[in-house]
Every structure is written in C-alpha cells, then in structure tokens.
C-alpha cells in the first residue's frame, strides 16, 4: 500500500522552528518527486516546498524561500521539512504528497498543479503563536 504520514506539527512561537517529516512505504522512493504543502483555514492549499528524490532537486514557494529546507533521508525513505523563523502566517496543516516520474526540469510545477500527485498524506497541524 502506497502511504506518507506526516509528523512533527505542533505548537510553536513566533521565530521558533519545527522539523517536519514525511515518512513513506509501498513505493520506489528514488522513482518519486515529494512536495510539502499547506491549507490555512479559510485559504486554498499552496504549495511551499518541493524535492526530486532521484537528484535531490528543490523548489521553494517565494514565502519560505531561506526560512524553510527540504531534505531527504533516501536510507530510511523519509522526507523533512527544516522550518525555521516560523511566522504566524506560517500556520496551516502542512500535507505531503508524492508523484512518480516527474521530470526534474518540471519539478517546480508540482507547486502549483497537482494532477501529478498520486498519493497525499492526512496532514499535520503548525501552529505559530505570535
């Protein structure tokens, strides 16, 4: 069975951090593209961050460029997302998700068009208090 679960939300101040994390099973790991998105209540889901697991490619939404760092840990088929400097706006329920065969020339449009994503996690809830 193909699966991510997201852990590592939580409650944290204004400028603090958080790693999140997005632990995968039932697929080729190398073979796949994972992105990290967000949806704030009453706003439509964005995507914030990206990473080719084949060459270690990244993307950053404008909003988290420099804040936020994306890695993988190909060994234990995992996916990070290093938040940093953690803004109000910040706060969201943060998913992961994964497509299979996206080009690295194209990796940033999984930002933005989700018809590539096959498979998405339940979530997990950052909360920044300012």
Do not use: H
Request: aromatic share 10%; proline share 2%; net charge negative.
């Amino acid at each position: 069975e193909v699966q991510l679960v997201e852990s590592g939300g939580g409650l944290v101040q204004a400028g603090g951090s958080l790693r999140l994390s997005c632990a995968t099973s039932g697929f080729i790991f190398d073979d796949y593209a994972i992105g990290w998105y967000r949806q704030a209540p009453g706003k439509e889901r964005e995507g914030v961050s990206c990473i080719s697991n084949s060459d270690g490619s990244t993307y950053y939404a404008d909003s988290v460029k420099g804040r936020f760092t994306i890695s993988s840990d190909n060994a234990e088929n995992t996916v990070y997302l290093q938040m940093n400097s953690l803004k109000p706006e910040d706060t969201a329920v943060y998913y992961c998700a994964g497509g299979a065969g996206v080009p690295v020339s194209s990796l940033a449009t999984i930002l933005f068009n989700y018809s590539d994503l096959e498979v998405w996690g339940q979530g997990t809830l950052v909360t920044v208090s300012s």
